[in-house]
């Protein structure tokens, strides 16, 4: 008699089961029919955290503009408690939302940024760019391209020990969705100081006009419903456009032909109750094909941005398995 495998459950604590329920309500409230956003009552819910030069924890942080005409800005969080005096790489990091919602101080973003900063004993930038739908595509990946280009001029506004040639682009969700653009557009244009080695795409946030498999059976789930996503996607892409832009749909038949530039080698986070699921392994499957360097982490019982849940012990788990991929990628470069 053949045993069958247990299907996987998902079982979440009351705290993190709580919160989903009301991020999910707040955000479809603030949602308006004439495409806009309540960005007041967002104000509301979404809890900012300062920043704190003196180290809590082992992590200090202070803020930098680029550009405030846009509020383009971004957050450095530095290691205060790094063994000896050797450089660290920085990771740069775009945060979730839909690409409409949270910011580096918002209260899910600032705590994830500070255990990969602490645990990965690295310099961590975290970019606040600007917001659909007041501010459509392309204007997302504009600013995550600009950041880059700002460090590259002005190296000297993150600390001395941060490694420039070492350095690392990463996101969740709408963040691993413009971490892969800026990483496209770095890889056309080529920057002096900056070098990026790595790219760490926590289920990115992609999509197209199919309805696949994961997004049939989890169409009600917290966070990205299918209804949620149709809409974000309608107030991002370019008016006219549909769901297989090469901005959404990057493994698709629009998508950038990637063989002849030097992508950073990439590590792909996957939940398997996360609707986006299907889309995250195209692109994985996607970047093999095209002849560059990635690898598939599964998460089988995790939902979408589990990571901004730190009660969750597979987020610790997840900065553990980021901070080898780093180790070793620079490793590699030796």
């Known amino acids: 008699m053949t045993s069958q495998i247990p ?26 029919s004439d495409g806009s956003v309540n960005r007041g009552l967002m104000k509301l819910v979404d809890y900012k955290s300062r920043p704190k030069t003196k180290s809590v924890k082992g992590v200090s942080t202070k ?28 990771v740069i990091y775009f945060h979730g939302g839909g690409f409409a919602f949270h910011s580096p101080d918002s209260y899910g973003y600032d705590p994830l940024c500070r255990g990969f900063c602490r645990q990965i004993n690295a310099i961590v930038v975290s970019v606040n760019y600007r917001r659909t739908p007041e501010h459509r595509f392309p204007s ?25 040639s070492k350095c ?11 971490a892969h653009h800026v990483a496209v557009r770095v890889a056309k244009s080529g920057l002096r100081e900056v070098r990026v080695v790595g790219l760490v795409s926590i289920q990115p946030w992609f999509g197209g006009e199919e309805r696949t498999a994961a997004e049939v059976k989890f169409k009600g789930a917290r966070l990205v419903s299918t ?6 996607w309608r107030v991002f892409l370019p008016e006219g456009s549909d769901r297989d832009h090469w901005a959404a749909n990057v493994s698709g038949a629009n998508s950038e032909d990637l063989t002849g530039l030097d992508f950073p080698d990439t590590l792909v986070f996957v939940g398997g109750f996360d609707p986006l699921q299907d889309w995250q392994r195209r692109y994985y499957e996607w970047l093999r094909k095209s002849g560059k360097k990635a690898q598939l982490i599964e998460y089988p019982t995790m939902i979408h941005a589990f990571c901004i849940f730190p009660e969750l012990p597979e987020t610790s788990q997840l900065i553990s398995q980021v901070k080898d991929f780093i180790a070793n990628r620079i490793s590699d470069l030796k």
């Open 7 to 32: 299907k996987p459950k998902l079982s979440l604590p009351l705290r993190t089961r709580v919160a989903l329920f009301f991020s999910s309500a707040v955000t479809d409230f603030s949602r308006r």
């Open 63 to 90: 803020d930098v503009t680029v550009d405030a005409s846009r509020d383009l800005w971004f957050r450095i969080f530095t290691p205060t408690a790094s063994s000896g005096d050797g450089v660290v790489p920085v």
């Open 140 to 164: 997302q990946y504009d600013d995550g391209e600009d950041v880059l280009k700002f460090l590259d001029e002005n190296p000297a506004v993150l600390p001395e020990k941060a490694d420039l």
């Open 168 to 178: 690392f682009l990463a996101g969740d969700s709408a963040g691993g969705n413009l």
């Open 227 to 232: 209804s949620r996503t149709d809409w974000l």
